[in-house]
């Protein structure tokens, strides 16, 4: 079998983390895996098949070409849409046997060109993280739903926590890139809820882990809010310091509108701290409105300050979603994340194909309808709109 990985170690966002334990996972089978790398600074875990291709793009397929041949039928995971065209090709010469494709998020969630578009619809099998990824992935590129199978990225990081309701300030967490590049993540609107929510009364601190070329914007705007004296940027930090920051922490906040899992919720619910994120993408499949976290519109930033202030006066709450919190992370184990991928790993092996039975059968190209389904005890209701949001409509 072949795994097809990008970027796998030279970063530790949620794609790299998710293509590291993959890697790990298929390892353990002992089957013969051929991992190939496109990263020449990559450092794999150690064992014989896999391959850095340093030379770009061009020597990844020349290796995989190469590769093949000795092995002809192979079954293949692809780690990125990038890579489906060489996949779908080598498929069609009879070098490569049945593959499937791994979907993160935001570059799934829109249409792809022609070959990667057919190269999607002859994989055996479509792996997401979330449903909303796989029905944004399915409907855009004419793929049959059911070919997909939901396998959301397991938690790996242990924090010691123990119940710590706010006392005479409300301590927040954020952990992102600052790049340009990445200012769907939102972090100016949490620089306004901490400003708003001062103004209201209520005792703040924010620490932000996390740097790139938008931070100096963004400290610039901190000290137009004149909250320099309770926000903190840390920059980039150690897993170690992390974990620190994580224990010490109450919230944790990141209403970003582009998040396809969002690891970072599932770290720090793992420490016990409810999350206030926006109600978009895949991230309402980790935080669920009202138990372990609050869900906002995005850049609604006044919403924001009031679940803060909600926290900070109701220790009971608090810490009834704070429970909550560890219990979710708990569900996203790594042991269950094996258990499928090991499954999937044999039906793609298997001469009988693939059919994964993670989601009920169907033969919609399309989302289905909005579900409306309550989920606050107001009122409230979830569904999702045409542009792919999920609106929060209250109750009266």
Not at 66 to 87: D, F, M
Not at 350 to 365: D, E, H, I, L, Y
Not at 372 to 387: E, Y
Request: net charge positive; glycine share 10%.
């Amino acid at each position: 079998m072949f795994l097809l990985a990008t970027e796998t170690w030279r970063s530790d966002g949620g794609v790299q983390r998710y293509m590291r334990i993959l890697c790990q996972i298929l390892t353990q089978r002992g089957r013969g895996l051929i991992t190939l790398l496109d990263d020449p600074g990559d450092r794999p875990i150690e064992h014989e098949g896999a391959l850095c291709c340093g030379g770009g793009k061009w020597k990844f397929v020349l290796t995989l070409t190469r590769e093949s041949w000795k092995r002809p039928q192979s079954a293949a995971i692809v780690g990125h849409t990038s890579l489906l065209p060489v996949v779908w090709v080598l498929r069609k010469l009879g070098m490569l046997g049945r593959y499937a494709v791994v979907l993160h998020g935001i570059e799934a969630w829109g249409r792809l060109p022609w070959p990667a578009r057919a190269a999607a619809g002859a994989a055996c099998a479509v792996v997401a993280t979330t449903e909303y990824t796989a029905r944004e992935f399915c409907y855009y590129n004419g793929i049959d739903l059911a070919k997909s199978a939901i396998i959301p990225l397991a938690n790996s990081l242990t924090v010691a926590v123990s119940a710590k309701p706010p006392g005479d300030s409300l301590r927040l967490l954020a952990v992102t890139r600052m790049s340009r590049s990445d200012g769907y993540k939102g972090i100016e609107f949490v620089l306004e809820a901490v400003r708003t929510a001062r103004k209201w009364g209520t005792n703040v601190t924010l620490e932000i882990i996390g740097d790139g070329d938008d931070r100096p914007r963004l400290e610039e705007l901190a000290g137009r809010l004149r909250i320099l004296d309770i926000v903190h940027f840390q920059g980039r930090t150690t897993d170690q310091t992390l974990r620190d920051t994580l224990s010490h922490s109450h919230v944790f906040v990141l209403p970003s509108k582009k998040e396809g899992f969002g690891l970072v919720y599932l770290e720090a619910m793992a420490a016990g701290l409810p999350c206030i994120a926006a109600n978009y993408g895949g991230v309402p499949e980790v935080v669920e409105h009202g138990r372990d976290g609050f869900l906002v519109e995005y850049g609604d930033f006044r919403r924001m300050a009031f679940y803060l202030r909600v926290l900070a006066e109701a220790p009971k709450l608090y810490l009834d979603m704070s429970e909550a919190a560890r219990r979710r992370a708990a569900s996203f184990s790594l042991a269950a994340m094996q258990r499928s991928w090991e499954a999937l790993a044999v039906r793609l092996e298997s001469a009988v194909g693939v059919n994964v039975p993670v989601r009920p059968a169907n033969n919609m190209t399309a989302p289905p309808p909005p579900a409306r389904n309550p989920i606050f005890r107001g009122g409230h209701k979830r569904a999702t709109a045409p542009d792919g949001r999920r609106n929060i409509l209250r109750g009266t």
